[in-house]
């Protein structure tokens, strides 16, 4: 890819920080992983006390995105599994990490977990992003 996708209106639900309501992650990258944490309030959540299972879902999306964007590829998310493995309480924070598992020909396969403070695991996730002509 020569060129990266842009997000002209900085708008991104999960990174940027001029949308009013978005999640405003941000990210560190430490050899071949990209990092984020995040800490739900009581507007995240699902069942009473718990972040919601979608927004966890979006956060695991967003940083195995970036972990491709920091390498300037421009990709977008063709298939994603998610695995719940333990609640996540509100206030909780959470730290996500991803890492690319394969680079195939017309695929990059990425995982990611969302860890609780304990080091616990919240979920896991394995997806394929698609390259992105531009």
Not at 84 to 90: D, G, R, T
Not at 116 to 128: E, F, R
């Amino acid at each position: 890819m020569s060129k990266l996708l842009k997000d002209s209106n900085h708008m991104c639900f999960a990174c940027s920080p001029k949308n009013p309501i978005g999640l405003k992650l941000v990210f560190e990258h430490e050899g071949d992983i990209c990092r984020a944490s995040f800490i739900a309030g009581p507007e995240h959540q699902g069942w009473n006390g718990v972040m919601h299972g979608g927004l966890l879902t979006t956060i695991l999306d967003e940083v195995m995105a970036q972990w491709l964007w920091s390498r300037e590829l421009s990709a977008m998310t063709a298939e994603m599994t998610t695995r719940f493995v333990n609640p996540v309480p509100i206030g909780a924070k959470l730290t996500i990490e991803s890492r690319l598992v394969a680079n195939k020909r017309r695929l990059f396969l990425m995982e990611a977990d969302a860890l609780l403070p304990d080091g616990s695991v919240a979920a896991k996730a394995t997806a394929k992003f698609m390259p992105v002509k531009v």
